[in-house]
């Protein structure tokens, strides 16, 4: 168990729709990390908040938001969905800004199928 | 543009039977290189950090070795619980830090 929760586990939702996916660090984490894993593209780096601060952009779709709150859990908003945002959508959680050499630590991932 | 390739796709091993897995990098200087192990719909779990090259980390079964350009995730007598796949990843210096990982090795030993 890594420390990082997120839920839920599973999501089913229709195209066109939005849903939002939560995500808690673990205990003393201030940068929290947002992946999306599909069979196809493999790991994707999306988006990373520190400290309630949005610090790096990665291949994150316009449809497709987050915040980090004042107690540091963060979600992350996607909308107009399409059959292609079907996939594991991971959270990680670092202890400080994502600085040089710092270790990630992964939740479980929340299963996003869109029919 | 940073890049990991990891090798092979794919490998499956008779109990015992130990053998490696590959990461090659490409970065334009290399802070961190991770490895992670993932067993199917579940987070990656943390395995290594190395930072330089000559360095290795060991637990249990797995030992990670680190070159200048390269990456070796050695498996040692594995056992089927060992099964799964087997992420690498590297933070280059400079920018945001953001690790990119490579696609995986999925590793299945056969009992």
């Known amino acids: 168990d890594s420390g990082v929760t997120q839920t839920p586990k599973h999501l089913i939702t229709a195209t066109g729709q939005r849903v939002t996916l939560r995500c808690s660090p673990r205990?003393?984490?201030?940068?929290v990390y947002w992946y999306q894993q599909s069979l196809d593209q493999g790991l994707q780096f999306l988006i990373q908040y520190y400290n309630g601060e949005e610090r790096a952009k990665g291949n994150i779709l316009e449809r497709f938001s987050a915040q980090q709150f004042p107690d540091l859990h963060s979600e992350l908003n996607l909308s107009s969905l399409e059959l292609g945002d079907s996939a594991l959508y991971f959270c990680?959680?670092?202890?400080?800004?994502?600085?040089?050499?710092?270790?990630?630590?992964f939740g479980p991932g929340t299963r996003l199928l869109v029919l | 543009e940073d890049q990991v390739t990891q090798s092979p796709e794919a490998l499956r091993l008779q109990e015992g039977e130990s053998s490696s897995l590959n990461c090659s990098y490409t970065v334009s200087g290399l802070r961190g290189l991770f490895w992670y192990r993932q067993d199917p719909g579940k987070g990656p779990e943390f395995l290594f950090t190395?930072?330089?090259a000559g360095e290795e980390k060991e637990k249990e079964r797995l030992k990670a070795t680190l070159t200048k350009k390269e990456s070796f995730l050695h498996i040692t007598a594995p056992k089927p619980e060992d099964s799964a796949t087997y992420l690498c990843a590297v933070q280059a210096r400079g920018g945001s830090y953001i690790p990119t990982f490579g696609r995986g090795t999925s590793l299945i030993v056969h009992p």
């Open positions: 990680a959680s670092s202890a400080a800004s994502g600085g040089a050499q710092e270790t990630q630590y």
């Open positions: 205990s003393g984490d201030l940068s």
């Open positions: 190395l930072y330089s």
